[in-house]
């Protein structure tokens, strides 16, 4: 088990209050990173820009249909209009036009949509673009604008730079990082790995140790070819002991174990509800990235 130095214990006893409260801004956000309102990027530094014309291909109606009615969450249309949004990204570090990346799509618990500094390391090894929405916080209703503004960055992405398919990932804390699980359970045709951060969902309903409660599924369960292919998704979710989702994190992470996916949690000890360090992050990160990122490696010189 990882340990960490900082705690903020959270008692969370009903289920209402409890989702509620990871949807909900609060203490452990991070930080921007000093960044700039500049659409010419410096590759390693932040940058934002206005996209006006690209979005993704799925409509609201049908990202309704694929998260279907979970019990125990409400999902309305979304209402998001295109080209309204400012987002932020960073090209990794020595960049070159034309380099051929992964693409990482931060979800913020915040209406900021920085990708924070926790990534950045991590976004330089692995050769990821970071990618966030600006307006796309825990306060955005209804919160299926937030998954599909989601998929018109990775839309937007695709048009800009040439990103890798096979490595299109998904991160964020809290109410993000289950805004992070909700992508990676409804479109693993699109999402190829995730890193949901003290707060995911799943398509289980699972009964809490107080009779009568429950967590509540995020959506609905795959079947068919979107479960297979889910199986071959990674999803590693950072918990810490002392995060009051922490129970629900490791109980989904345990039943979609015995389900045959691809999950992991990575607990870091004394750890509230708040960031993980960089290294616990940039670990998270290489185990989802790991089996993509060998099916991309060129073979050497003579080799077949």
């Known amino acids: ?22 949807l909900l801004p609060g203490a452990g956000q991070p930080e921007p990173a000093s960044p700039t309102r500049d659409e010419h990027p410096i590759p390693g530094s932040l940058f934002s820009f206005e996209e006006r014309e690209i979005t993704s291909e799925v409509s609201p ?31 990794p570090d020595g960049w070159t ?72 990932y998904v991160s964020g804390m809290s109410g993000g990082g289950r805004i992070s699980s909700i992508l ?13 951060i003290v707060g995911m969902n799943s398509y289980r309903v699972l009964e809490r140790g107080t ?18 292919l889910l199986r071959t998704r990674r999803l590693g979710a950072i918990t810490g002991t002392d995060d009051f989702n922490h129970e629900q994190t490791m109980a989904y992470i345990d039943a979609m174990k015995r389900d045959g996916m691809a999950v992991r949690a990575f607990t870091v000890e ?5 960031m993980p ?3 616990v992050l940039t670990e998270a990160l290489r185990w989802i990235d790991d089996p993509n990122r060998a099916e991309t490696v060129e073979p050497a010189q003579g080799e077949e």
Not at 11 to 17: I, K, R, S
Not at 148 to 166: E, F, G, H, K, Q
Not at 184 to 196: C, E, K, S
């Open 1 to 22: 088990m990882l340990r960490h130095g900082a705690s903020n214990p959270v008692a969370g006893t009903a289920l209402v209050l409890v989702f509620v409260l990871a």
């Open 61 to 91: 109606r049908q990202l309704k249909a694929r998260i279907g009615r979970p019990r125990g969450l409400a999902v309305h249309v979304a209402t998001r209009e295109p080209g309204e949004s400012r987002f932020w990204a960073r090209l």
């Open 97 to 168: 036009d034309g380099e051929r990346c992964g693409l990482l799509v931060w979800c913020d618990p915040t209406d900021r949509g920085q990708p924070p500094r926790h990534y950045f390391a991590a976004a330089d090894e692995l050769r990821l673009i970071l990618i966030g929405v600006e307006g796309a916080g825990n306060e955005r209703k209804p919160w299926t604008d937030r998954v599909l503004l989601a998929l018109d960055a990775i839309a937007i992405a695709r048009v800009r730079w040439a990103i890798d398919d096979t490595r299109v």
């Open 184 to 196: 990676w359970g409804v479109f693993p045709d699109v999402i190829t790995g995730a890193v949901p």
């Open 211 to 228: 009779p009568g409660t429950f967590w509540p599924a995020g959506y609905k369960r795959p079947r068919g070819k979107a479960e297979r």
């Open 270 to 274: 004394g750890m509230g509800h708040t």
């Open 277 to 279: 360090p960089p290294e």
